[in-house]
């Protein structure tokens, strides 16, 4: 069994930062793939960005350039910094983990954290 952590989100005014980080803990062999995903009232899940076991990164268009991800392999954790952030930007956050064992690859979420961004 896999557990995830989430910590960071918050209020933040317009333009502000925050970091958001994902930490996994249980049984599994290896982790490949780590990334973010959030969902704003009424809207679907989407993804923010990934990261692979090679450091390779996706971004969604609205995020680049502003959001920073990335990973530590040691502490099987991902983060998020996320800078000039935006109204639009509220949303629950969720980590998401690919994890493998020697029987199969699986997906892991974790419980999501509020990242409000209001003046």
């Known amino acids: 069994q896999v557990q995830l952590v989430e910590s960071g989100g918050g209020l933040v005014q317009p333009g502000g930062s925050l970091g958001l980080s994902c930490a996994a803990s249980?049984?599994?062999?290896?982790?490949?793939?780590m990334g973010w995903y959030r969902q704003a009232p009424g809207k679907q899940r989407e993804l923010v960005a990934s990261i692979g076991s090679g450091g390779s990164t996706t971004y969604a268009d609205s995020v680049k350039g502003r959001f920073t991800i990335s990973r530590d392999n040691a502490k099987n954790t991902v983060y998020l910094q996320m800078n000039s952030l935006k109204p639009e930007d509220t949303a629950v956050y969720y980590c998401k983990v690919g994890v493998a064992t020697l029987r199969m690859r699986y997906d892991v979420w974790g419980q999501g954290t509020q990242v409000t961004v209001s003046s």
């Open positions: 249980g049984s599994f062999d290896s982790i490949y793939a």
